[in-house]
């Protein structure tokens, strides 16, 4: 996730811009960069860090102009660097982007033929390219269009040309881009926050769709076919702050909605339908030494290491290959006993989390085969792993994880069907696995739209200060990550354990003031997991039971349903509810949700 600003108007463009990109530093902060046509060329400049190092580094009188792009950067092809760093320039090209861009190397490649040259690493440097060949045969226009219909990915993109200082192209498909329309001026940017201080009146473009502004005009029209439309313009109230959360109330609730988006970028291009296999192309460099590891290690901390937990279940059950978890904290002090044959899986968000980071130094002491899975490039953890795959979740924002999680179970699905099919995984399980996989985010959606009786739920039990999450096999560590969540925003005490030991232990504390939020797909534990809610019933426990869409098989006190998926994806679906119910506890108990009293986002001391 980056965000993107665009300026075309009466005004001098680098201050809209500049001030844009303060707004969205939010959605990306390893470089900027900026571009502005001063009516004969264009000129860019850009800069690593912060947008204030863009600032100081701009000489105002040499970026002057009524046209100009700007991106703030969250990388996901290529470091953070001034090469990387967009504004893209390709000949009289230049262009900034967010999304990822699906087909790149085989573009890039065919480019390379035709005589082009790269300087960077990105998918983005490769769509300049694209046009700019296109450009020698069309006019501007036509040639972006011709050029978009070879890419296959998500893009939001803003494309200026250096012989048309009075145009100003934008295109959208599944990248998130408004158009906020001024007098005599539009500012095209990747949220409403960057458009909310000059103009309330907005038009939101939709896939696949494209907008051609001047000055003082603008045409929408379909990529495909060239046909113009007409588009509504909106009136949005929103609040500066409120348009950063793109109109939820904290950013949790906004990046709980997100994930219908970042399982879609975790899964995006690495899926090989065809033939039930996964691409990862970081696991290029290390793909035959995969093929004689004959155990992993997991290793990671908080949320991260839940998500572990999860891998366990799948790696071992369709991979065959025997899997521990660890928490960071432990194995970095232990006597891990490890070969070349073990390879050891760090998983961490942030790329930074000191414990996690210390394993990971154990690991590669000991002479494991070091893996990473991490949400932030060019991070500690992903440049010290041997390998990795990253999540391209975009930044999470809010301190508890939410996006980042089930974007972390996403890969761990696909590492699963990866090593599964080097080993005996059939193409049509494979095959299976994946096309579910491609179905969750439309089943998320469907789940996040039942979050008004989620909500009053959460209600219900917002004063009690104690609950159990339950749950079996794959959703024991959903059980386990879901008390985390209440515990982090809600502050109050939960515990998760495996639905099957309650009757060893803590069923000595079920009462009514105890309630047990009891994960119950129907799965192949379904049957086991009803007998301990049975004990929890017996003893005056409430239940609120998760299961399976038209499961009539329970009589509990609440429940709510999730689509029906296979047993290896129940914990993803599982996830979201459970995110919704400590929310609204919180939000319900009066927290500032986002910022949960003594944590902190990243942990980067022991
Ligand atoms: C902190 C955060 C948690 C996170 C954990 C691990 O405790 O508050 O939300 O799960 O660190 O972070 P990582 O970045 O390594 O995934």
Redesign the pocket.
Known sequence: MCGIVGYIGKNNARITLIEGLKRLEYRGYDSSGISIHNGNEIKTIKSVGKVSNLEEKINPDEFRGNLGLAHTRWATHGKPSIENAHPHNAGDITLVHNGIIENYQEIKKYLIKKGHEFISDTDSEVVAHLIQEENKTKEFEEAVRDALKKIKGAYALAIIHKNYPEKLIVVKNSSPLVIGIGEDEFIIASDASAIISYTNRVLYLDDNELAILSPTNYTVKTISSNKSLYKEEQELDWSDEQAKKEGFDHFMLKEIHDQPHSIQDAIRGRIDMDNGMVLLGGLIPIEERLRSINRIIIV?????YYAGLVGEYMIEEYAGIPTEVEYASEFRYRKPLLDKNTAVVV????G??AD?LAALKEAKNKGALTIGIVNVVGSSIARQTDAGIYNHAGPEIS???TKAFTSQLSILTLLTVYLGRQRDMSMVMGKRILSELQKLPSLIEKILKEEGSIQKIAKKYADFENFFYLGRKYNFPIACEGALKIKEIAYTHAEGYPAGEMKHGPIALIDKNFPSIVLAPKDSVFEKTLSAIEEIKAREGKVVAITTEKNKDLSVEDTIFVPKTLEILTPILMTIPLQLLAYFVGTERGHDVDKPKN?????TVE
């Open positions: 990671s901390c908080g949320t991260s998983i961490s968000q942030s930074e989390t996690t301190v508890a994880s944590l902190a986002k990243s942990v």
